[in-house]
């Protein structure tokens, strides 16, 4: 019984100093919704990029097949909940698409890339 006893101490001990950093990290609603938000406006541009004809067809079909990838990897990402590291991930994804976009609104060659 005094083994029992001990052994439970030990791992409430071992528990207890388990530092602040190794807890789990929670992902703020307003971060999440700021993510989908994003990819929505990111779509937005493209279609209105087409629409005043800054953007190829072609260029425009590379960028929301790149739009669209993106949110499904939001949506798989989601599933779960998301981490810091999947946030990041997704952070950078959607600025380098928001690059590629300014990029080829600003080329006028008509030709992805």
Known sequence: MRKFVLSIGL??????????????????????????????????????????????????????????????????YGRNGLTRAEVTTLEVRINTLRQKLRLDRRDWDGRRG
């Open 11 to 76: 791992v409430a001990a071992a528990l207890g100093a388990v530092p602040a950093s190794a807890q789990a990290w929670r992902l703020q609603p307003n971060i999440r919704n700021q993510i989908q938000s994003d990819i929505n406006q990111l779509d937005t541009q493209i279609q209105r990029a087409t629409q005043r004809r800054t953007l190829s067809q072609r260029e425009a079909t590379g960028l929301r097949r790149d739009a669209r990838q993106l949110q499904r990897t939001y949506n798989q």
